[in-house]
């Protein structure tokens, strides 16, 4: 009772200092009442016997202790994604708590959309070993997840809440930290990956890692190629299959410059080719899209007694193209033809170090320079002869950033608190604050209590400034995030919950027209969304099991024509989540294990061509299962088995899509 009170004040001490409404609070506390206890029954797995003080992370800009920050971070280690061979990214992210991917179990290649909290797609952002990676070409400015893989990470970091003060602009909901493999041994080490689906699937990766002096290098290539299947709901039996093919290309390269520095170059190229259909239950049998990236990242690091600094550099160029031919014209088509390209270029410099002041006091600090544009053309043929839409050149269509932040961390004993600031400049909409303040306190060895506030942005992206449907005179949506939660640990039990809320102030939606264009990007919303995570863990033996549970409401205010209209903001996003994972290791080489995801109603939006406006699509629940085992035959050759939508039920990702049947998909991994 008394550390339920002392939870109860502290978060209201946070709320009140931050004037955020939290009116939810009661029905936090009781779900959380509720459900913590199953949580520590059912609990999470962790990712190996290492105990929270030894695990550490590098999204928080430099290597940090797990249990030296009040900050929700999850891990996803090396370990866990060996068991999740057959799965992309968007598939390993989808059973995370607090994370829907819709598209995530559609065809290959399909629009994947990437939502945190609830919050909107474009307000995560993707790291790579902490460099930023979004497409400038995008209406959203988010990277197209389908141009990455799982086979050349090292680990996943899942970071939650704002963090736009250490990374700006799209961090309002969250950042996720993809850490790639480094070579860390002088023989020579690698691996070769083949994997068969059943549903005309084929992954070959191979990789190579290894020392030459004092260089340390890594060689990464995979090709995917996919027969797949219609990814528009067939309904008459006879729709092609749209496939999709990847290939990719890894580089790495480091090695010590003196005795107190290093320098770490990298080069990722990736390409894919996808079938697309016309829409919703709408076949079309010659539509393609196209999608390169090419990336390179250095970073220059110096470690001292008491201070460690890093110099940091990226350069990325991504290129899409779409092109429906004439061969096939699907039934509701408006052109005979259409080709459209986008070309979207980022480019960062970054200073910042890390000083330890003494009595467990840390200084953060840094500034950094990004800068992107794109180039965009498309045209059409009808009845009615060629169109052009107006093109986007980079001398227009192009904006800068640049930003100064701080933070300080003071750790005890009892528990520690961080407090950051961030100015940024951009060159189109001024100056603007971001602030985070991180406390918490552990209540004993296994207990830790933590609250955080955070403010965040997002700068409007280059589409909606300038495309035909643009608007220069758009604001930035600036976010706050209020969450607190518990969390307990010891040799065999683990689990966390925790309560949050977003606010999104000048929200940008699509406002539809009656003239051409026939819409336009606006500010108008305000957005709310809160929600519970609940997680968990046990290791016990031989015996793993995992849980987690999400509870999501948000709305979202309109004004259109002097009224204010509120609906709910969770477009394709279910209210309530449960992930179950239940695994045995049989022995010393061979483990299985069972997932379970269920997944509550969902709303989805859709244009009715009959009704000239938009209509709502309920979604029904489903429940997606997963039976895998992995059999190490030698200390070389590894073998895993993974049969996804076990019960083969035909569920709904978004309304008129098809989504994967019962399938299989084997894996050989020969290593040395």
Known sequence: MRRGRAFEYFFNFIAERLNIMFHFKSQCLALGAILFPSAVVFAQQSADSQLLSEVQVSAPKYPQKLNQTGKVISLISRAQLDQMAGKSLAEVLQSQVGISVNGARSAPGSNQEIYVRGAN?????????GFPVNDPSHISQV???????????????????????????????????LVTQKSSSKQVQGH????????????????????????????????????????????????????????????????????????????????????????????EKDYTAK???????????????????????????????????????????????????????????????????????????????????????????????????????????????????????????????EVGTRWNKSSNFGDFITFNINPYVFLSKEWKLFANGYTGFKVPSLYQLYSPYGNSDLKPE?????????????????????????????????????????????NVSKQSTQGIEVEGAIHLGQFNSTINYTFLDGTMTNKFGGKDSTYSSLIRRPAHTVVLNLGLRLSSKWQVSMLHHWQAKRTDFVYDEALFSVVSKELKPYVWA????????????????????????????SYGYATQPLNAVLALKYRW
Do not use: C
């Open 626 to 653: 997963e039976l895998q085992s992995s059999y190490q035959l030698n200390k070389h050759i590894y073998v895993n088995l993974l049969i996804k939508n076990v019960y083969n039920q035909a569920f709904v990702e």
């Open 478 to 522: 600036l976010g706050s995030t209020l969450e607190f939660g518990l969390s307990f640990r010891d040799a065999v039990w683990s689990a966390r919950v925790v309560g949050f809320q977003n606010k999104v102030k000048d929200g940008i939606v699509f406002q539809s027209k009656n003239v051409d264009p026939y819409g336009q990007y606006v």
């Open 121 to 129: 797609t474009g307000h995560v952002l993707l790291l790579i070993d």
């Open 291 to 417: 999608a390169n990236s090419s990336s390179l990242r250095l970073q220059y690091q110096y470690k001292g007694l008491n201070t460690s600094w890093y110099l940091r550099a990226f350069h990325e160029i991504i290129h899409r193209e779409f092109t429906n031919d004439s061969s096939f014209i699907a039934a509701n088509a408006w052109t005979n033809f259409s080709f459209s390209t986008y070309q979207g270029k980022s480019q960062g410099l970054e200073w910042y170090g890390k000083w330890s002041l003494g009595k467990e006091f840390v200084l953060l600090a840094g500034t950094e320079y990004r800068y992107q544009n794109t180039l965009q053309s498309d045209y059409s043929i009808s009845a009615f002869g060629r169109y052009d839409s107006p093109s986007l050149a980079p001398e227009k269509a192009n904006q800068s950033i640049w930003a100064t932040y701080a933070t300080i961390q003071k750790n005890w004993n009892m528990g520690g608190i």
């Open 143 to 177: 990277m197209d997840w389908n141009l990455l893989d799982i086979s050349s990470l090292e680990r996943i970091e899942v970071l939650k809440g704002g963090q736009s003060t250490l990374y700006g602009s799209d961090a309002m909901a969250g950042v996720i930290n």
């Open 192 to 283: 070769v990956q083949i994997q068969a689906g059943s549903i005309g699937e084929l992954n070959t990766t191979a990789q190579v890692r290894g020392s030459i002096a004092k260089n340390q290098w890594n060689v990464q290539v995979r090709d995917f190629v996919s027969q797949g299947y219609s990814a528009a709901k067939d309904t008459v039996g006879n729709y092609e299959k749209d496939g999709f093919r990847q290939q990719q290309v890894h580089v790495g390269w480091s090695r010590p410059i003196g005795e107190k520095s290093w320098l770490d170059v990298y080069y990722q190229w990736n390409a894919n080719r996808s079938n697309l259909d016309a829409g919703p239950y709408a076949d």
